[in-house]
């Protein structure tokens, strides 16, 4: 037990800097960074567009035929 302990401590022990540093938005162009890091790409934001189109095409065929067989 006193080396996990040992082993999970040293592991937390200055882990959010080390993160920051790695992920690199810590710096002047830590914003910018972040920004990119968060953003969506194009060809999958894209893609999200078209699904979501044709989502609300298959909802409005949906309540059509809702109402032709009600």
């Known amino acids: 037990m006193g080396i996990d302990r ?3 401590r040293g592991v937390t ?3 959010e800097g080390v ?8 710096g002047p162009e830590g914003y910018k960074r972040c920004k990119m890091l968060l953003s969506e790409p194009e060809e999958m ?3 999200r ?10 909802l409005s065929a949906k309540e059509e035929l809702i109402e032709v067989f009600a």
Do not use: C, I, N
């Open 6 to 8: 040992t082993l999970v």
């Open 45 to 47: 934001a894209e893609q």
């Open 49 to 58: 567009k078209e699904l979501e189109k044709r989502q609300k095409r298959l």
């Open 19 to 26: 993160l920051l540093s790695g992920l690199g938005v810590s």
């Open 13 to 15: 022990r200055d882990l």
